[in-house]
């Protein structure tokens, strides 16, 4: 059986997964972004709500008993929405700065997404920046030769992830369906539980992703036995919240998809 037997639509994430090998950029932006209020946030505190559309994501880090404690210190009250939207306006051009900067694509993903459409399948995406975000996303990738058919951003569903609103809304669009011939891919522990929700095949990323988050150089510096320990924890964490097969990077997703179908 072919993959296109099975499979009529792959669903990518961008950040860690086809594009910011480590997923560096919104770590670097939102941390830029509290850093202005007076807030000091760690890498690991950014890291976990990664892959939510990134209002939410700023929601989840203020209701952090830690982080509101910083922010009622620096600041002098507790948060509120008022603060999501100040920091929203923060973030917009930091992210979209750190995002351009990180835009060339992950190694395979051009030849992934070349293979799938010589086999007849679609490619779409979807993430949790906004529109203006992708920006120069959308264009760095074109030039290296990636176009997904549609793409889907924060805030152009009623909620983001882990709701399956954005699959739903790729697949209605695409006229594509039953979802369990879509493939959800994504690094994120969010991502594994919007697929799930979806009734998608859900695929999850280890190496290139939120869940090891590091540069591809500083990953590859890495003794063998470390890089081996931090893959066996990011794929044990992505099986956990919902994936159901888990590959380094996308560079492994043909392999992975012939070996189920």
């Known amino acids: 059986m072919s993959i296109r037997d099975r499979f009529d639509l792959v669903i990518f994430d961008w950040a860690g997964t086809m594009v910011d090998f480590g997923c560096l950029a919104p770590v670097i932006a939102l941390r830029e972004a509290f850093a202005r209020h007076g807030v000091t946030l760690t890498d690991a505190q950014a890291r976990r709500d990664m892959g939510k559309a990134k209002a939410d994501h700023v929601r989840a880090l203020l209701a952090d008993p830690v982080v509101a404690q910083a922010w009622i210190d620096a600041v002098g009250r507790v948060s509120g929405e008022t603060d999501v939207d100040v920091l929203m306006a923060d973030l917009g051009p930091l992210m979209t700065e750190q995002a351009a900067r990180a835009a060339r694509l992950i190694d395979g993903a051009r030849a992934t997404v070349d293979a799938l459409r010589a086999a007849g399948v679609r490619v779409a995406s979807s993430t949790g920046y906004t529109r203006a975000m992708m920006a120069p996303v959308l264009r760095e990738a074109a030039a290296q030769g990636y176009v997904p058919e549609h793409l889907v951003c924060a805030n152009e ?40 929700s979806a009734g998608c095949f859900t695929v999850g990323v280890a190496a290139s992703g939120n869940s090891i988050g590091l540069s591809q150089e500083a990953l590859g510096a890495l003794l063998p036995a470390e890089r081996a320990a931090r893959l066996a924890t990011a794929e044990k964490a992505l099986l956990a919240a919902g994936a159901d097969v888990v590959i380094e990077s996308v560079a492994g997703l043909i392999p992975a998809l012939e070996r189920v179908c």
């Open 157 to 196: 569903t009623p909620a983001g992830r882990p709701t399956p609103l954005m699959i739903y809304k790729a697949c209605a669009e695409l006229g594509v369906w039953p979802l369990s011939r879509v493939v959800k891919v994504d690094d994120a522990d969010v991502g594994m539980g919007e697929g799930r």
